[in-house]
């Protein structure tokens, strides 16, 4: 082989590297491209909808991205920098929870966590939306101090003692049938059947318990009764260990939504 076409044949291997080098330059900067702009796809179709929906799920949202790699590998790194950008800039949490199906199937939960501290039974300048809350504070509360159920019976009685009437439009609350339906749909609340009286029983939904502090309610409670929370032995300790997994759970956000998708 002459010198001539040694040099050839090697100038052109050189040019084929360098090719290849940049196609999978290319390669990967578009896939960094396709992961931002899903990530941002995302956030919009979360932020879009956070007012009016609360539970979102996986197969949804995967059809929102559109044509998507398979598996839940790529899916997981969108939602978790997803889960990071509605917090950092929003406000916004995004939760994992699992349905009370034989399936245990996922969804996730938007939050902007519900503010009802002290302040909010001092307040009497409420919005329609302060209002909301605090009737969902006043329902979980009673089922909180139930022994985290209670009868239909029960829960009505509560209500009509402070004059809301589940039958009627409340001039603050409008409708009470209504907001206890859409507590149930969004998991606030879940209503089953009693297997020996076949009369439904009210609970804390998943929302509920990935959303809210126990130990908020029960301190709500006592003020009201003008006692120290820790006077309420068990509820205080079913509190304490609720907040406690809660701080579990969020140690690594990262982690927790990762450990949570493997089965999306």
Known sequence: MSRKRAAVLNALSQLTQEAEEVNEDDEEGSRFDDIDRHINDLVYYIIARAGNQTIFRVQDMKGALGN????????QMVITKVTAVLQKVYGYNLIVATSGTQTQSKYYIVSNRLKYVEDKAEDYDYTEEDSRDILLLLILSHIFM?????????????????????????PVFGSIKEYINMLRIRKYITI???????????????????????????????????????????????????????????TNPEDHVRNNDDNQ
């Open 68 to 75: 998507i790699p398979k598996g839940s590998t790529y899916f």
């Open 192 to 250: 089953e059947e009693d297997q020996h009286n076949q009369k439904k029983l009210f609970s804390w939904g998943p929302t509920a318990e990935a959303t809210i502090s126990k130990m908020d309610v029960l301190n709500f409670v006592a003020k009201m009764y003008n006692r120290e929370p820790c006077s309420w032995t068990q509820h205080y300790r079913e509190a304490g260990l609720q907040n406690s997994l809660n701080v579990q759970e969020s």
């Open 146 to 170: 139930s022994k985290d159920k209670c009868s239909e019976d029960s829960l009505t009685t509560f209500l009509e003692s402070l004059n809301i009437h589940i039958e009627r439009k409340h």
